[in-house]
């Protein structure tokens, strides 16, 4: 009998269709999120274990008399997703908070898997004024902002901020230039003078010191050229006599003082008299 | 007392409509309202307690979250309710609206999600902030709610239009 009238399955409505339809849609596009979801975080968890620590940072004498910090950020992506648009600036400041200076770096691809190197530099103007002036003559503690900027997982824009301490040893520190008579003579004199200085910075240094005796005024009354060569960690103190003009007081003036090295001039901040 | 006393039906003469096979294949009213409590018991595991303690467990080491424990609570508490009612109720008119009742609180829980899209996280003691951008993300998941109202609306019709010839589908032999 069953052979003759096979059981026929009637077809579902077509609002019953429709109304199913939805919800396996519905259904679907939660699982996928889901398993993109949980991919996401997986890859995240790895690539918060493999996040680098900036490098130490380099410095060098800039042509524009300013001081140049390198430094190398080694990025690896060891998640399933790609970093798109990853841009790292770095801010540094010294300890009273003040912008000493920033770079930006062009926003790069990062593919799945891969790892590359990120080169940051801040110039950082170094003149007898501004903030920067003191990291030349005084070691300090500078603060170190490392943004990073990107899209994770095509869907997900991150940012990242690392905030270091960094321990700047100045490459003048202490830097004093010191009359040897007192008080401030008037010219015509030959006085002793003596420029003082450690050299706290990575690198040795090696150049001329040109030390502009000035009158409360700023008229120039006698310079003198100090030779330095000093290695990273040395201690220099050198003492030369300079003939000061005639009719030119010292009294409440300064030593003006420039360092020249490979042709770059570098200012220090002026050393005031008593 | 009637008029036409010979024509109208009594009460007690109203004939007894048998149930038709897919009726008779429904789960009795028990039996759905037990399914119904574990399934709300586990969802409200999934869906509060556990978030909850997430929530409690980052708080208490000076770790903030996207959300508060009370607006997870505010939240799920009704979603879990509505969804095992959902279960409950399947056989009968109130699926289609319950269905839509239900999306509709998780739509309304993605969008105070998307009103502050931003999850910025610090650890104590540890130099390194992040800060998550998820907008994209919670609008595509959206879309489950969306399209689960829009079948628990065509669901509504269907019922409203032709009572009852769903469970032939929904309780299948």
């Keep these: ?274 | 007392m009637s008029a036409g006393g010979a024509s109208a039906m009594e009460p007690s003469e109203t004939p007894v409509v048998p149930p038709t096979a897919a009726e008779s294949r429904v789960p009795p009213l028990g039996v759905r309202l037990g399914a119904g409590a574990l399934k709300f018991v586990l969802l409200l595991v999934f869906l509060v307690v556990l978030p909850v303690g997430i929530i409690d467990f980052l708080h208490a080491r000076s770790i903030s979250t996207p959300i508060s424990a009370e607006v997870e609570v505010l939240f799920g508490l009704p979603l879990c309710a509505l969804i095992a009612a959902r279960g409950v109720v399947r056989p009968t008119r109130a699926y289609g609206p319950v269905t839509i009742a239900a999306a509709t609180v998780t739509t309304l829980f993605l969008l105070y999600m998307i009103l502050q899209p931003t999850y910025q996280v610090s650890v104590p003691q540890v130099p390194i902030s992040l800060a998550v951008t998820y907008t994209s993300f919670l609008l595509l998941l959206l879309l489950v709610p969306i399209l689960t109202i829009a079948s628990g609306a065509v669901t509504t019709f269907e019922d409203f239009r032709d009572p009852g010839v769903r469970l032939e589908f929904d309780y299948p032999p």
């Design chain 1, 1 to 274: 009998m069953s052979a003759l009238f096979p059981i026929v399955h009637r077809r579902p409505p077509r609002l019953y269709r429709t109304a199913r339809g939805l919800r396996w849609a519905s259904l679907a596009v939660l699982i996928v999120l889901i398993v993109f979801l949980g991919t996401a975080i997986y890859s995240t968890v790895r690539l918060v274990q493999s996040i680098p620590q900036p490098g130490p940072l380099s410095y060098e004498f800039g042509e524009n008399g300013s001081i140049e910090l390198n430094g190398t950020i080694r990025v690896g992506n060891p998640g399933l997703y790609p970093i798109d648009d990853f841009q790292v600036t770095l801010r540094v400041l010294n300890s009273t908070g003040e912008l000493l200076g920033q770079s930006d770096e062009l926003a790069r691809t990062l593919p799945a898997g891969s790892s590359s190197n990120y080169s940051v530099g801040v110039e950082i103007p170094v003149g007898p004024s501004g903030a920067g002036g003191s990291l030349l003559v005084a070691d300090q503690y500078l603060v170190v902002d490392t943004w990073g900027n990107a899209t994770f997982a095509y869907l997900f824009p991150v940012s990242i901020h690392l905030a270091q301490n960094v321990s700047w040893g100045a490459p003048f520190a202490g830097y004093r230039v010191t009359l040897g008579v007192a008080p401030p003579p008037t010219g015509p004199a030959t006085v002793p003078v003596t420029v003082s200085f450690a050299d706290n910075a990575q690198l040795p240094e090696a150049g001329e010191l040109e030390v502009t005796l000035e009158s409360a005024r700023g008229v120039s009354c006698g310079a003198s050229d100090y030779p330095v060569d000093v290695t990273s960690g040395g201690a220099y103190s050198v003492t030369q006599d300079v003939a000061v003009a005639s009719g030119c007081s010292l009294a409440g003036g300064s030593a003006v003082s420039t360092f020249v090295t490979q042709g770059l001039t570098i200012s220090l901040p002026p050393e005031a008299f008593p």
